[in-house]
Nanobody
Framework: QVQLVESGGRLVQAGGSLRLSCAASGGIIGQYDMAWFRRTPANEREFVASIRWIGDITYYADSVKGRFTISVDNAKNTLFLQMNSLSPEDTAVYYC?????????????????WGPGTQVTVSS
């Protein structure tokens, strides 16, 4: 069973950048499709991005396309989310999640391993 722990969230000004990390232990991250979700202040859980286990296919929510980049470093067993041009609407708790190979979707119920989350706050 893989354990996931996010880090990198903090307060940042609008227009700034952050890189979130999701460290995996107890399993090899390359065996899973991975994704980032976020829970907004309105308590809505949103899909952000996903990446296929082999790293060749990525999907993004329309709201982050062109600004965020999801990637995996298999040597570090870590998932990343590079976030640029941040806006206050990106304020949320960000979670990484894992599911089986070729099973990534935008639906959170499809994922069975989750991290505890990291808070990102973007000030205007």
């Amino acid at each position: 069973q893989v354990q996931l722990v996010e880090s990198g969230g903090r307060l940042v000004q609008a227009g700034g950048s952050l890189r979130l990390s999701c460290a995996a232990s107890g399993g090899i991250i390359g065996q899973y499709d991975m994704a980032w979700f976020r829970r907004t202040p309105a308590n809505e859980r949103e899909f952000v991005a996903s990446i296929r286990w082999i790293g060749d296919i990525t999907y993004y929510a329309d709201s982050v396309k062109g600004r965020f980049t999801i990637s995996v470093d298999n040597a570090k067993n870590t998932l990343f989310l590079q976030m640029n041009s941040l806006s206050p609407e990106d304020t949320a708790v960000y979670y990484c999640a894992a599911t089986g190979r070729d099973r990534a979707t935008s639906q959170p119920l499809n994922y069975y391993y989750w991290g505890p989350g990291t808070q990102v706050t973007v000030s205007s």
